[in-house]
């Protein structure tokens, strides 16, 4: 019998894009609650598009910007997943973000992240969020990730 494959035991990208054909396991809860969906993964670039849902609201019927800054995040540090070695992962150690227009229920959304530097210690990146259907910026981040090894 095959042992199961660990995260560890190849690239982020090889990961990334496994996950992507369905070949390892996706965990991804938050993308669930929060309707996101990994569209597109290449070295130092991941892309994530999502739909907010009535559920995403804040009390002023807006979409709240904790949506905004997931899908941002999720862009921004699978971006730096995308370029790291075996047996490293990476974290979001600092994150900034700018809300640029509001956000609507059942707009959709897509987030581009991409990588600015990676060091052997801490990664940074970059990710704008952008509704499909007239390409408005809607949101930008920058963010840093703290990169370490793997303990599986």
């Known amino acids: ?47 994530y598009e999502g739909t ?40 979001t150690s600092t994150f900034e973000a700018k809300l640029v227009r509001p956000i609507k229920a059942g707009m959709h959304c897509r987030a581009e992240g991409e990588l600015q530097s990676l060091g052997a210690n801490l990664a940074h990146a970059k990710a704008k969020l952008v509704e499909v259907e007239t390409g408005k910026l809607l949101a930008l981040c920058t963010c840093s990730a703290s990169v370490y090894d793997i303990d599986d």
Do not use: Y
């Open 1 to 47: 019998m095959a042992r199961q494959q660990k995260w560890s035991d190849r690239t982020g990208l090889d990961n990334l894009k496994s996950i992507m054909d369905g070949k390892f396991p996706k965990h991804d809860a938050m993308g669930k609650i929060l309707n996101l969906d990994l569209m597109e993964v290449r070295e130092g670039i991941c892309i």
């Open 52 to 91: 907010p849902l009535p559920e995403h609201l804040n009390p002023r019927m807006l979409v709240h910007g904790g949506w905004a800054m997931s899908i941002l995040d999720a862009a921004a540090v699978l971006a730096v997943v995308t370029a790291l070695p075996k047996g490293k992962l990476c974290v």
